[in-house]
């Protein structure tokens, strides 16, 4: 299965459930932000070492689902905003990839901002 | 492009940035839950009229890129618990649709407890 | 100056900014949330040791920034729902208190379940 | 009750029950991030409407735990930090002050960057 063939899923799903009037893109948004959360209790009184061995521990389908979750609202809201999910992601990882070159970013989380974009900061000053 | 060659491109660029010390599952979940919320903070004070129409406005590749953004976490977390993706959505959606039967989720957005839910929360008494 | 007196000010900052359009109960969560992950941002890529030390760092302004837009944005929907969050605080304390006893979560950081809650769940099958 | 009274309320619970070795400020600010997100679950498929009448649906009192929970959060997570939130709050109330001047934003609830925010980012160039 692919994401257009879950997409068409998800889209038949909530027809027949009489869904689409819940399904408007603002609140899709906040469902996919709150099954993010869930993922994160999952994990959030874990040690680092801990969370690395999670899927060896009783919480591993918990996981799946929750993951599964985040998933489903994302293609859901893709699909209601007439978006191609992997073209944009193709998209980012080349902006990343100018955004945080290897020689600037390697062994840093630092957050780079493009010159592109401080230029549009300072035009817009 | 599919779900695995973008996680092999997710992961090639993290080994060239020496990133995989940041890149735990806690730390990850994390960094999707706060991608999720950029894309929240675009609808937040919309009216869901305005919600609906975000991609006619000027935030459109804004909300492209979040939604890449919260995908390349949840890929790159599903690689490092070695998840297939598709497989857990697959799964979930029968899952959900045990959990949100037609004739009990017609035009409700009220939370389901499947009978094996409701038991497993017994048996814990 | 006391949660009230924040409360007041608030108000009369959404008032004069003819805000109260945008500050409906549901809009406000969202922004709670919102703030509450730029938080999370600040720490997402740190170690425990690196997060303890935090108001050492350069990033000490931007947490306590961060903390009050989550205390702004709580006060704002309290007074939205007409909410005394000094009292909704102390009941749930005691709340806890019983959910939690000192013998069962010593230690421990599992979730746990009233048997008044268990006892909702079942009599809800 | 005041801050500072709950405060160390909040502190001599997590004391008796050992649970500083989980109370570091990641850790804190993910569970704070993860109650507010309850809270959103809450209003995530109401109108505006429903939303603003809540407090009289039957989901009033679980409003009041998610609001309590978060704040609870925020407090415990200002004492491991030593930030005074009333303090920062009210700092941060003077600096929306000169941010969101009643001209520029009546009526609007567009983003705005200070002047020197814009001459940081210059800088920074």
Same mark, same amino acid.
């Given at each position: 299965?692919?994401?257009?063939?879950?997409?068409?899923?998800?889209?038949?799903?909530?027809?027949?459930?009489?869904?689409?009037?819940?399904?408007?893109?603002?609140? %899709? !948004?906040?469902? @996919?932000?709150?099954?993010?959360? $869930?993922? *994160?209790?999952?994990?959030?009184?874990?040690?680092? /070492?801990?969370?690395?061995?999670?899927?060896?521990?009783?919480?591993?389908?918990?996981?799946?689902?929750?993951?599964?979750?985040?998933?489903?609202?994302?293609?859901? %809201? !893709?699909?209601? @905003?007439?978006?191609?999910?992997? $073209?944009v *992601?193709a998209?980012?990882?080349?902006?990343?990839? /100018?955004?945080?070159?290897?020689?600037?970013?390697?062994?840093?989380?630092?957050?780079?901002?493009?010159?592109?974009?401080?230029?549009?900061?300072?035009?817009?000053?």
């Amino acid at each position: 299965m692919n994401i257009k063939d879950i997409q068409k899923q998800l889209s038949d799903f909530a027809d027949e459930r009489d869904w689409n009037q819940f399904h408007n893109p603002k609140n %899709l !948004a906040m469902a @996919l932000s709150v099954e993010a959360s $869930e993922l *994160v209790e999952i994990f959030q009184w874990l040690t680092p /070492e801990q969370a690395e061995a999670i899927m060896d521990s009783d919480e591993s389908e918990h996981v799946k689902e929750e993951m599964a979750d985040v998933m489903i609202y994302l293609i859901r %809201l !893709a699909d209601k @905003l007439n978006i191609d999910l992997e $073209e944009v *992601v193709a998209d980012k990882i080349i902006k990343n990839g /100018e955004k945080y070159s290897v020689e600037t970013s390697k062994g840093s989380a630092k957050k780079q901002t493009t010159l592109k974009e401080k230029i549009k900061n300072l035009i817009e000053l």
